[in-house]
């Protein structure tokens, strides 16, 4: 049966008592939005259809107008705007978080953003950043793809962060001495399947070589190694790895060094060091694919609603993905959660956050099954 809007009619009955001029109402129910014609599942539903399933506000009253309720979009986008400073306060607690564990995989992807100007759109960066460990992941917007948002967020970060090469985190290692940097090998393998259609020997070669070190990785997941177990058999593969840099800079001596598998020999070598780390650290991935699969919600939000409204709507975007991106990770339905924390969120201090994250609700839900 396909889900129905309803009236939820709450009666506050009035009572005076008897020879006194004292009045007896039950207190308001406590709502995220006060006053609003909104319950709290509604408004649930209106903000995981906009950033879980991808439906923009206008399909979503299109949707209701077919059973009857009329909702005009100033009022339903400025239902979604009106929650953001909750879902800023959670996605702030998860970010905080992060910044706490030994091992973060960092990325970056666009979106467009109206800023007033009369002709085209603005291109932002959103920001993410995870935590395998905790599974938490956090969206943070920024007007552009400068030093500025990383430089800001690792500021007293101690521990080892994962990105691909973009010279920016460069900055941070020469900034930041407690931070370790390690690159990641899907985005040197992806230089090399470019250049296929250039040079496919060559190309072809480096992806076989590149292509055991998976290989490796597919039998500790498959053995459940432990983090010493998989350092070991990384060690292992420091020959090969050694031998596969002996080519590259070989062949980095006859290629084009502009042609893609020049590029592609020249993004490896120049970066080899970051790129081969990984084998002394059991703890760190081979890439930051698991944060790269975070990031594609917002792909296809992008494809839906196409731009954010202002510079600030951006910036609420990244709190709601913050915090659907983390229900995803940790397996929690985003509706159900939601609900949830929308009932709990006015009632609890900003300091204790904690006590409504996703993984407390996942906890809640378990305590009772």
Not at 148 to 155: A, L, N, T, Y
Not at 254 to 281: N, Q
Not at 318 to 339: E, K, M, Q, S
């Amino acid at each position: 049966k396909p889900s129905k809007l309803f009236i939820v009619r709450y009666i506050r009955r009035k009572y005076k008592k008897a020879g006194q001029d004292i009045i007896i109402t039950a207190p308001v129910i406590d709502e995220p939005i006060a006053k609003c014609e909104a319950d709290i599942s509604l408004l649930a539903d209106i903000v995981v259809s906009k950033f879980v399933d991808h439906l923009p506000e206008y399909r979503q009253q299109q949707i209701y107008k077919r059973e009857g309720v009329v909702i005009p979009p100033s009022t339903m986008n400025g239902w979604v705007h009106q929650l953001s400073p909750y879902m800023k306060l959670m996605s702030e607690h998860i970010k905080h978080q992060i910044l706490q564990t030994r091992y973060i995989q960092q990325d970056e992807s666009t979106i467009k953003v109206m800023d007033g100007k009369k002709q085209g759109t603005h291109t932002g960066y959103m920001w993410v950043m995870g935590s395998i460990e905790l599974k938490y992941v956090c969206f943070e917007y920024q007007k552009g793809r400068s030093r500025e948002g990383p430089v800001k967020s690792f500021k007293d970060y101690k521990g080892y962060l994962q990105t691909d090469a973009y010279e920016v985190y460069d900055i941070i290692d020469k900034i930041y001495g407690d931070i370790q940097h390690f690159h990641c090998w899907a985005h040197g393998r992806r230089k090399f399947v470019e250049a296929l259609n250039n040079d496919k020997s060559r190309s072809e070669y480096a992806l076989n070589q590149i292509q055991k070190l998976y290989d490796i990785e597919g039998k500790c997941r498959e053995a459940n190694h432990t983090h010493d177990q998989r350092k070991e058999e990384r060690q292992a593969a420091k020959p090969s790895l050694e031998q596969f840099k002996e080519w590259m800079d070989k062949e980095a001596l006859v290629v084009t060094p502009r042609s893609p598998i020049g590029t592609a020999i020249g993004y490896m070598v120049k970066r080899w060091e970051k790129f081969t780390k990984y084998t002394d650290h059991g703890e760190v991935e081979i890439d930051n694919n698991i944060i790269e699969n975070a990031i594609r919600p917002l792909a296809l939000g992008r494809k839906n609603y196409l731009f954010a409204g202002n510079h600030d709507a951006a910036v609420n975007i990244g709190h709601y993905y913050t915090i659907f991106g983390t229900c995803r990770a940790l397996g929690v339905n985003p509706y159900d959660y939601i609900v949830w924390f929308l009932t709990k969120v006015t009632s609890v201090k900003t300091s204790e956050m904690a006590k409504i994250s996703p993984d407390e609700y996942q906890k809640s839900i378990k305590a009772n099954t």
